[in-house]
């Protein structure tokens, strides 16, 4: 059927407003991205007992967005902003230089995945009270009966001293240490927190005072701090305190008196043996007196294994220190009864002195059970020790001799019964000194019987080793003086 064109003409345009109708309605408003919501807690605060709290917080917080996701964290402090995802925060809060006390401002906003910000950030105001350091020294006690090396109370200007630092507030609040020796009212030497303990060197031991050059204690690295303040030949205590960010200080707190020698000796005669022994004194006798009679009268003593209470009276607190009191002196003349503890104490504190070009004699006894291959001879002339037949004596009785090897030295008597000789091999660079008589079991050994030994510096002697007591071999004083007069002044040649 054919339309009239009238006709034709409204079926059009009632179809155009049915698809223009259709197209509105599936046309919608975009709705606007809304902006997330934050919320805020405190997590954990440490209180210090005052009504304020400590300067060292955890933050913990959350957000939720109603369109999106929470995307990030914007946090604002009154000195810093930052971003991050995380939900917490530590904070050590810096108060104002010279406050104590402080409001802390501390605000949170979520960003959402399309980079919204909360408008309304949460918020979280309330008082800081800054707390003061604590310090205090630390003074390990011994292992055992043993006395403690950690707290001599007599000893040459090199000194060790340990401590521990704190700070409720955090370890971040601490600011230095402070030291001060004898006046806490003169200039004091600041020194970095982290550190636990300093060794100090006295410069200049034959004055009235010295300053003192510092070493760090654990790492034992020379500072280019220096300390001042040391008096000598006299009683000192030494003083420190903890300051934190806010100079908030602790109290001064001393390490007690210490005695402090005065020495311009350039010799050190060291005696190892133990106070109970009877050779403790006699055989310091006897080294002293010699060593003046053959003129060598610059010398000077310590005292290793003497204590007092719980702890060594001169014995540095640990072996570098140690070591930095014996590389003051050219020459050491070293005697103590067990090889063991000798040894092992020598080989960690006189290498810096042999090093630096001193001289050393070393006299201690090697009983039947020492390691005849012990590393602890590593540092001497002796390469090992003999071991005697099974079952045999190994001595050397009164009237034995030791015998000279080295041109220019006395023969030597026995004056008393050795009852183990502890002959050695020497070293292949090493001299031999003296071969002893010793008895196997009814006759003389044929073996291997050097006692004494050393190593050369060209044609001197450096380090002289005698295994035994020398003082048992003073049957003739007239020898003897000239066993000393050749061996230190001759060939050691221990500075007069």
Known sequence: MILPKKLIWILCLLSGLVFDGCSTKNKGTAVANKAPNTYIVIDTIRRTGSSRFTSNVTLRWWGTDPDGFVQNYRIITPDKVFTTPKQDTSLIINLPAGSDTFDFKFQVQAIDNEGLADPTPAQLSYPVKNSKPVIGFSFPPGVGSAASRSNPTYTFPV?????????????????????????????????????????????DWSGDSTSARIYSGSQQKLTQLVISGMKLNALNTFYIRAVDQVQAKSKWISAGQVFLRKSSAKNLVVNNYVTSSFRYTSSEKFYLGYLKSAGITSVDTILLDEAKGNYYRQLSPDNFTQSLVFSHFKGILWFGGNADADLALGQQTLQNFLNNGGRLFFATSISRTFDAHSSLLEFTPVDSIVRPPAKSLFAIPTDYHLNPVRAGYPILQSKKNTSYAGAFWQKQDAQVIYDAEILETDTFFKGKSTIMASKANGSDLSFVFFSGELDSYDYDPVKTLALFRKLFVDDLKFPQ
């Open 159 to 203: 000194i060790k001293y340990s401590w521990n630092a704190s700070d409720p507030d955090g370890a971040a609040n601490l600011k230095y240490v402070e030291i001060v020796w004898n006046d806490t009212n003169r200039a004091s030497v600041h020194l970095d927190p982290i550190l636990s303990g300093i060794v100090m060197e006295g410069t």
